[in-house]
């Protein structure tokens, strides 16, 4: 028998969730989270994993480190720019990965040249030589863009492309860093260094397409069928600004439309829903319910006549099985007489391995769950244990905590809070409930974030579902996010607000109270 992919073309998934990914505001992920989302990545087939930015501080750099010494299968790369400790840097951080790649970059736009890097054009011509030099130095794996490439001009850009393959560049991405073409438009440029360059056939083109208008998975596409065969993107789009071209909607296109597209990936997509689950988690940005693939709504079919049709035959109106991406139906077969065995298979069809420790306080969270709530769905779990593992070692924590509203009337917050194992007791009142939560953590932390974000949904339906809030704080020009599910909404809502002031103190390094008025 012919294997399946045998006609077709491999396009290389290169994901920079962890680099480009976590550049959103708000997206910062801790060390264990980042280990979490590259061993997921590694698992599911991702082909390069953008580990980080090596050089922009000791954090980023650990954490490519760590990655690099834990990989499996996939390429560590490391981002640098066109400087000599970048590189050297980056070359530190990738050492230990079985394979390694340096991405380095210099903008080649005439915008970008004049304003950001104040360059003349054969400066920059001289750099990406160098640049690609020191880094082939270090590694035979070396990708190089040109930043702001789509509105570069094209004999430059093919200048720059055929010096960067001849120092020694196995590939060369392409990047519309602001996300301002259209796919006619991004064909063309990719078909143009195909014909133009005449040492193309040396290196893989690559696309890094932003979602500024909303169309950088239809660019990348776009670029696959001239001729790239790397995609860079992140799961759930994650990125600066509006994103960047969504991993799960690159693959399934590909998958689900072979007949237009020859084209294949290695990756498992049987995993996608599980990992969007870890990334929205570790990166604390819930994914819009419509969001194709891996939305909430994505499979879900309200209009009777939608309804109808799909009872009748699911290709109707889905043009791929929820299966397909991981997304399972959701069971009721957990409940407070499950024990520890039961829980922990619970887990392991999930997704989830737990050390001992977390194993017994998620096992305790899930049965006082279980004391409060009638039925445990699969998503229940999977909030739970999130959850937990987001925790972390908080200085903070709520110990207590009483609400009284009244319709037209004050709301009052009685707060107790453990600042660093101390007790602090306050009653302040505000415009609402939460309001009056949110100022009486405020008054009792001793500081006054901008609350950025807030906002709640329910990780299931009907009235008892747990409530999974998330919150975003933005203090001396810092921007940090938290979550937190609790069956009750106030709670969630005070625990997501703490979580995220955690974070705060946990970047900064500084005592609890009072640690963010400088």
Not at 130 to 135: E, F
Not at 169 to 176: E, F, Q, R, S
Not at 203 to 223: E, K, P
Not at 258 to 275: C, K, Y
């Amino acid at each position: 028998m012919e294997p399946q992919n045998s006609n077709k073309e491999r396009v290389f998934i290169f994901d920079t969730t962890l680099r480009d990914g976590e550049q959103s505001p708000g997206a910062s992920m801790t060390l264990e989270e980042k280990l979490q989302v590259a061993e997921v990545l590694d698992d599911m087939g991702v082909d390069i994993i953008e580990a980080g930015f090596p050089i922009a501080s000791n954090g980023d750099f650990e954490a490519v480190s760590e990655i690099a010494k834990r990989a499996k299968n996939a390429v560590i790369c490391g981002l640098a720019r066109a400087s000599e400790k970048d590189i050297d840097r980056a070359a530190d951080a990738i050492r230990h990965a079985p394979r390694g790649r340096i991405h380095t970059f210099i903008s080649t736009s005439p915008l970008h040249m004049k304003y950001k890097l104040q360059m003349e054009p054969e400066q920059v011509f001289e750099k990406v030589i160098a640049s690609v030099t020191r880094a082939r130095s270090h590694t035979d794996d070396v990708e190089w863009s040109p930043e702001d490439g789509t509105r570069t001009e094209h004999d430059f850009l093919c200048r720059t492309v055929e010096a960067a393959i001849k120092a020694g560049a196995t590939t060369i991405n392409i990047p519309d860093t602001v996300g301002y073409s259209v796919p006619e438009e991004y064909y063309a440029l990719i078909e143009m260094l195909m014909n133009r360059v005449p040492n193309i056939d040396k290196a893989i083109i690559s696309t890094h397409c932003h979602n500024d208008l909303g169309m950088a998975v239809a660019n990348s596409l776009a670029g696959v069928r001239a001729g790239a065969r790397q995609v860079e993107c992140t799961i759930n789009g994650l990125g600066e600004r509006a994103g960047n071209a969504a991993l799960e909607e690159i693959v399934m296109s590909l998958q689900t439309r072979g007949d237009v597209m020859p084209f294949f990936t290695e990756i498992d997509a049987s995993h996608l829903a599980r990992v969007s689950k870890v990334v929205a988690a570790a990166a604390n940005f819930p994914v819009q319910y419509n969001k194709a693939i891996v939305g909430k709504n994505a499979f879900a079919h309200e209009s009777g006549i939608h309804q109808d049709g799909m009872l009748k035959n699911a290709q109707t109106y889905e043009i791929m099985t929820p299966e397909s991406v991981g997304i399972k139906a959701t069971t009721l077969v957990m409940g407070k007489h499950s024990g520890r065995h039961a829980f922990k298979d619970k887990l392991k069809d999930l997704g989830y391995e737990l050390g001992d420790n977390q194993f017994q306080e998620a096992f305790q969270r899930f049965k006082d769950l279980a004391d409060r709530k009638k039925y445990i769905f699969d998503e229940d779990i999977v909030a739970l244990v999130d959850d937990e593992m987001g925790s972390g070692d908080d200085r903070i924590t709520l110990t207590d905590m009483k609400v009284v509203s009244k319709t037209g009337g004050e709301h009052v917050c009685e707060l107790t809070l453990d600042v660093e194992g101390k007790p602090v007791s306050v009653t302040v009142s505000g415009t609402g409930s939460v309001d009056a939560i949110f100022n009486a953590i405020k008054a009792a932390v001793g500081a006054d974030p901008h609350l950025v974000i807030y906002g709640v949904d329910a990780v299931t339906g009907g009235t008892d579902a747990q409530a999974n809030a998330h919150v975003r704080l933005e203090m001396n020009n810092r921007i940090v996010s938290g979550r937190a599910t609790e069956p009750d909404t106030l709670v969630a809502s005070a625990r997501a607000y703490l979580n995220a002031y955690n974070r705060l103190l946990m970047e900064r390094g500084a005592s609890a109270q009072g640690a963010l008025a400088g």
